[in-house]
Structure formats: structure tokens, C-alpha cells
């Protein structure tokens, strides 16, 4: 009987590893996937190294993040001592995007997280139970969708007051709607399949089933989703910084950074705007690529 198990065990096991290989084997057959997964790669060790890659760093007063000024280096061009040069306070900007990569990647992670729990939980018992709770769910979804994500971001941080815990809510509050849909969708399909009948036949609670059969099976394009929206989170966070409804001024975030740097460009200070600019670029479309090879990856055609 060990015996037998072992072997199940081992079984399983040379399965797993031939599906890794496999997965491994469509990442390198994909030139945009595997650009987009090694993007990833740099901008995280970026984020996690980013004390030892700065020239300056910021200080702490009253929980607020700020940098010390030197009037002496205003506006100075990129060069060795600072390679994407400084602003009008003397700020090191290369320091700047190094820090606000791990500002961006921690908004939109957090952002994407609660959002997509929030999704999922609806989504799984708007699905299976239908009825009054599934139609009102569906309106709400609706009168969310009924508005630009952009614009009713804005109005919520409007509402709530600048600041960049704010825009964390208001974003949440924009994003979850469609997790909910994807989600809803999936159930729809999945429950009709005959281990869910069986499951129900022999009793066994909603509550483990939609947990145990339901969401695991749904996981794939929520994944797929939550990758694309990474991007996307990070940009509408950005754009809201730029309208001044973010973070505070001369603050480690990509977003004010192009919107303090913007009205020097006619000046010729083009390295403010620019650089922070391009961060945002490379991040957004790092997780666009990636996004848009994993959905090919885990799509089971693709896979027999």
C-alpha cells in the first residue's frame, strides 16, 4: 500500500514537472511574452534593491516621505553624478524613479488584490445561486460600468480628498466590478459540469463546493485579468497623481514627477517629465506583454 502511494506520489510529481517544462517551452516560443517576463524580472530586483541602486534617498517626517533639497544642483542636465538629472529643488530624479517603482508595484498590487477578492466573492455566489442576488449584483456591475474607470476614479478621489491612500480606495472601488463579471461567467459554465453535480448529489455544502470546485477551475482568465490590470492600475494611478489628486508634491511618484516636470519642457528641462514618463511606459507595457502570453499559455487548447 506504501508502495502504491509512493508511486501516486511520484507520478504526480514528474506531471507537475512536465507541465513546468511545458509552460517554460511556450514562455521561450513567445518573443513578446518572454520580453514582458523579463521586464518584470528587472523592474522588481529594481523595486527590492532600490536602496542600493539610489544616489539619494528620501526622509521620513510625520509618516510623510520627503527628499532633501540643494539648491546648488537645480535643474542639472543627466550626467554620471546624476543620470537622469535634477529638478528645480535639486533632487536626484534618477533616485526618484528608482523609489517610485516600489510606490507603483505596491499600489497595484494592493489594488489588484482586494479588488479581485471582492470580484471572486461575489462573482462565485452571484453564479451559483442566481436568483435576487445575482440580478441586483448585476445592476450594481452595471452602473459602474456605466461610467469611464478614469473619470470615476477621479470623481471618488475628488470626494474622498487628495492623497494617495485615496486613490488605493478609488481605484478598489472601480476595478472590483469586473472581476465580478469574469468570474460570474466562469461559474455559469463551470457548475454545469458533472463533479459539480456529483458533488451536490452527495451532499457535500455550496460553501465547499464553490471554494473547492467552483473558483479553482475559474482561475485561469482571473489571472490572466489581474496581470493585464497591474498595468493598467499603475497607469490610472499615475494619471490621477498627474491631475494633482495622488500623492503629495517632490514625492517618490511617477506620476506627480511628470506632472511638476511638464510645464519646464518648453524650457528645456525635458529630463523631469521624460524619464519618470518612460518608467511608467516600460512597467505598463511589461505587464501588458506578459499578460497577454499567459492568457495564450493557459489556454487548454494550447495544452493538450
Not at 491612500?165 to 466590478?177: D, G, N, Q, S, T
Not at 490621477?240 to 495622488?246: K, P
Request: net charge neutral; aromatic share 14%.
Amino acid at each position: 500500500m506504501e508502495e502504491t502511494a509512493s508511486q501516486n506520489f511520484g507520478s504526480k510529481y514528474e506531471s507537475q514537472i512536465k507541465e513546468f517544462k511545458y509552460t517554460l517551452h511556450l514562455i521561450r516560443k513567445s518573443p513578446l511574452t518572454l520580453a514582458g517576463l523579463i521586464l518584470l524580472i528587472f523592474i522588481f530586483l529594481v523595486a527590492i534593491f532600490a536602496p542600493y541602486l539610489a544616489i539619494e534617498h528620501p526622509i521620513y517626517i510625520g509618516g510623510q516621505q520627503t527628499w532633501l533639497s540643494d539648491f546648488n544642483q537645480t535643474f542639472q542636465p543627466p550626467s554620471w553624478k546624476h543620470p537622469f538629472g535634477t529638478d528645480d529643488m535639486g533632487h536626484d530624479i534618477y533616485s526618484m524613479v528608482i523609489y517610485g517603482t516600489r510606490e507603483a508595484l505596491y499600489v497595484g498590487f494592493i489594488v489588484v488584490l482586494v479588488a479581485m477578492l471582492i470580484g471572486v466573492l461575489l462573482g462565485a455566489y452571484s453564479g451559483y445561486i442566481g436568483g435576487w442576488f445575482d440580478e441586483v449584483l448585476m445592476r450594481i456591475c452595471d452602473m459602474f460600468f456605466a461610467f469611464p474607470g478614469l473619470i470615476l476614479a477621479m470623481a471618488i478621489t475628488a470626494a474622498l480628498g487628495p492623497g494617495l491612500l485615496h486613490v488605493m480606495y478609488a481605484l478598489m472601488i472601480v476595478w472590483w466590478p469586473a472581476y465580478t463579471r469574469i468570474v460570474r461567467g466562469q461559474v455559469l459554465s463551470v457548475k454545469q459540469n458533472q463533479y459539480i453535480e456529483a458533488a451536490r448529489a452527495v451532499g457535500v455544502s455550496r460553501f465547499k463546493i464553490i471554494w473547492k470546485h467552483v473558483i479553482p477551475n475559474s482561475l485561469p482568465p482571473i489571472l490572466v485579468q489581474a496581470t493585464m490590470d497591474l498595468g493598467n492600475v499603475i497607469l490610472t494611478a499615475a494619471g490621477l497623481a498627474f491631475l494633482g489628486l495622488g500623492a503629495a508634491a517632490y514625492t517618490a511618484d511617477w506620476g506627480i514627477m511628470v506632472s511638476q516636470g511638464r510645464s519646464w519642457m518648453i524650457a528645456g528641462k525635458w529630463w523631469w517629465s521624460t524619464f519618470p514618463g518612460l518608467a511608467i511606459f516600460v512597467t505598463v507595457l511589461a505587464f501588458n506583454l506578459f499578460g497577454d502570453g499567459l492568457r495564450d499559455i493557459l489556454d487548454p487548447r494550447l495544452r493538450r
